[in-house]
């Protein structure tokens, strides 16, 4: 069994709001791109995703905070919707995932 580290991807600093893809490198976030989307929404949906909440006048940036909000609310939306996507896409190929007897954790490492 992997363990799982828990990092933190998005964040508030100094004002200022900032990504990292991999918990030590950290952009400003007007610097994301939609390769570091990508990258962000993969480590969401695969492992622990960490942010700090986003709180209205924190951010002084105007375009930081619009970026940041909107990732926020986003993430967030697919964070408490993570368990359900898990559950119904593994009922949707239960049927396969059986004939074959490969289970969830087996294909999540592969």
């Known amino acids: ?65 619009i970026i940041y909000s909107n990732l926020f609310r986003k993430f967030n939306e697919l964070l408490k919707q993570k368990n359900r996507f898990k559950d119904e896409s593994e009922s949707l190929y239960k049927d396969t995932l059986m004939k074959y007897s490969i289970s969830g954790d087996e294909i999540r490492e592969i």
């Open 1 to 65: 069994m992997k363990e799982e580290k828990v990092m933190k991807y998005l964040k508030i600093e100094r004002f200022n709001a900032l990504y990292s893809l991999d918990g030590r490198e950290w952009k400003t976030i007007e610097q994301i791109d939609k390769n570091d989307l990508l990258v962000l929404l993969n480590l969401a949906v695969c492992g622990e995703f960490l942010m700090d909440d986003y709180v209205d006048g924190i951010i002084k940036n105007p375009a930081h905070n």
